[in-house]
């Protein structure tokens, strides 16, 4: 080429330095490049598939069995086929995009009760048997009484039989030094079951604080008899009780037709349980018998004092 040519005029080179020659070295670095940029996507994209394959891949789990140790045969017979591993089987591998199975829930896990604890055991219950009473007797209900703390008396509650049924007019004013019947006050209100009721009879402060009268009960037929129980508002009275089985009570109290059936004896408290001798003879008539009021019964000739029999009670024996 002359000094003047920048390219050739037959093969179209340029000459050293000119633009063209320029432009050919650039393009080569920039194919070079290209090369270079192709060669690392296509070792990404390599590398990605390789990824993403391996990670598809379910592992498989092996499962190790402990061998039991040879047993020594006898001479002469056969050996014992070699213990044969079983077959794992693969997990089947899910399906991309596919439904998952519903989850099975767990069985619950049963509860073992612990050893030594205690356990209560239901009591057994006895059913309560009757026996029948024997033909042609009769039994008497028992019922719990009061304690009595009086003289004579009981120390401690004790079941004894109920107290006998009495007539409405068994009870009447025994008064056989004849005193003036306005001096007493309803004998039936000492047999009618209320304590809040009262026979009551007048003390004469002329005399007092003797009395000499009572309460009499009619059984109207002859009775065994084990205990009185009295019940009195006025404490601190002197009692005795008596016994009669004659067809009529008798007109005084000195009678021989009266039998005993207690010492003398001041009731201290409110009620008292007087237990009765002679509980093997019958008896139809019985009086308690007044002999001395308390002193603070003893009143005035204006205003006079009185006794009083709330409730009186007897009871058959056991």
């Given amino acids: 080429m002359d000094a003047e040519q920048d390219w050739c005029l037959r093969c179209g080179a340029g000459a050293p330095g000119s633009l063209q020659a320029d432009s050919h070295h650039w393009r080569s670095i920039a194919a070079v490049l290209s090369a270079v940029a192709l060669l690392v996507a296509g070792a990404a994209v390599a590398a990605y598939a390789a990824l993403s394959k391996s990670s598809t891949k379910p592992r498989r789990a092996v499962a190790t069995l402990a061998q039991a140790p040879a047993v020594p045969s006898a001479p002469g017979a056969a050996a014992p086929p070699p213990p044969t591993t079983p077959a794992t089987p693969t997990p089947a591998t899910p399906k991309l995009g596919a439904p998952a199975a519903p989850l099975v829930p767990l069985a619950k896990t049963p509860k073992i009760p612990l050893t030594g604890a205690a356990t209560k055991t239901p009591a057994s219950k006895t059913p309560a048997t009757t026996t029948?009473?024997?033909?042609?007797?009769?039994?008497?209900?028992?019922?719990?009484?009061?304690?009595?703390?009086?003289?004579?008396?009981?120390?401690?509650?004790?079941?004894?039989?109920?107290?006998?049924?009495?007539?409405?007019?068994?009870?009447?004013?025994?008064?056989?030094?004849?005193?003036?019947?306005?001096?007493?006050?309803?004998?039936?209100?000492?047999?009618?079951?209320?304590?809040?009721?009262?026979?009551?009879?007048?003390?004469?402060?002329?005399?007092?604080?003797?009395?000499?009268?009572?309460?009499?009960?009619?059984?109207?037929?002859?009775?065994?008899?084990?205990?009185?129980?009295?019940?009195?508002?006025?404490?601190?009275?002197?009692?005795?009780?008596?016994?009669?089985?004659?067809?009529?009570?008798?007109?005084?109290?000195?009678?021989?037709?009266?039998?005993?059936?207690?010492?003398?004896?001041?009731?201290?408290?409110?009620?008292?349980?007087?237990?009765?001798?002679?509980?093997?003879?019958?008896?139809?008539?019985?009086?308690?018998?007044?002999?001395?009021?308390?002193a603070s019964a003893v009143g005035t000739p204006a205003r006079p004092g009185h006794v009083s029999v709330n409730e009186l009670e007897l009871f058959p024996p056991r």
């Fill in 132 to 294: 029948p009473a024997a033909s042609g007797t009769t039994t008497t209900p028992t019922a719990s009484t009061k304690t009595s703390t009086g003289s004579g008396s009981n120390t401690s509650a004790e079941k004894q039989p109920a107290a006998l049924v009495l007539d409405t007019n068994a009870a009447s004013t025994y008064n056989p030094s004849s005193y003036p019947a306005s001096n007493f006050g309803d004998p039936s209100l000492a047999i009618d079951g209320e304590t809040s009721t009262a026979w009551t009879a007048k003390v004469d402060p002329s005399v007092a604080p003797r009395m000499a009268e009572g309460i009499l009960i009619d059984l109207k037929t002859a009775q065994r008899l084990s205990a009185l129980v009295l019940t009195t508002s006025t404490p601190g009275m002197t009692v005795q009780v008596y016994g009669s089985a004659s067809h009529a009570a008798p007109s005084s109290i000195t009678d021989p037709a009266w039998v005993r059936l207690s010492g003398v004896l001041v009731d201290k408290k409110r009620s008292l349980r007087v237990p009765l001798a002679q509980s093997k003879h019958a008896f139809r008539f019985v009086s308690l018998w007044i002999s001395a009021a308390p």
